[in-house]
C-alpha cells in the first residue's frame, strides 16, 4: 500500500514563496512518475507539475517560471517549489504518484495553499 504525504501548506502573501513536500512510503518511489495537481474551490482538479523517473518535468503554462518541480530518490520525497505566488495559485495541492506501466494513480490526501494579502 502506497501512502503519501504532503507539507508545506500555508498562508502567504502575492509574491511570496513556499515549497511543498511530499513523502511517499514504500520502494516504488523510484519506478514512479510523480506530481502535483491542483484544486481551488468549485473548479476541476488541474495539473501544476510531473516528473519522471529520468528527470524530465513538464508544467502547466499557468506555472511555468514560477514553480519547480524536484525529485530525491534517496528520500522518496518530491518537492514543489512554489515562487511569486498569485492569489489565483490558492487551492489544495495534491501529491500524484503513477507507478511505472501503470494507470493507476495513487493520491495524498492534499495541503493548502493560501495566497492573499
Known amino acids: 500500500q502506497v501512502q503519501l504525504a504532503e507539507s508545506g501548506g500555508d498562508l502567504v502573501q502575492p509574491g511570496g514563496s513556499l515549497r511543498l513536500s511530499c513523502s511517499a512510503s514504500g520502494s516504488i518511489f523510484k519506478i514512479a512518475t510523480m506530481g502535483w495537481f491542483r484544486q481551488a474551490p468549485g473548479k476541476q482538479r488541474e495539473l501544476v507539475a510531473r516528473?519522471?523517473?529520468?528527470?524530465?518535468?513538464n508544467y502547466a503554462d499557468s506555472v511555468k517560471d514560477r514553480f519547480s518541480i524536484s525529485r530525491d530518490n534517496d528520500k522518496n520525497t518530491v518537492y514543489l517549489q512554489m515562487n511569486r505566488l498569485k492569489p489565483e495559485d490558492t487551492a489544495a495541492y495534491f501529491c500524484?504518484?503513477?507507478?511505472?506501466?501503470?494507470?493507476?494513480?495513487?493520491w495524498g490526501k492534499g495541503t493548502l495553499v493560501t495566497v492573499s494579502s
Open positions: 516528473i519522471s523517473i529520468g528527470g524530465t518535468t
Open positions: 500524484n504518484l503513477r507507478p511505472i506501466a501503470s494507470t493507476h494513480d495513487y
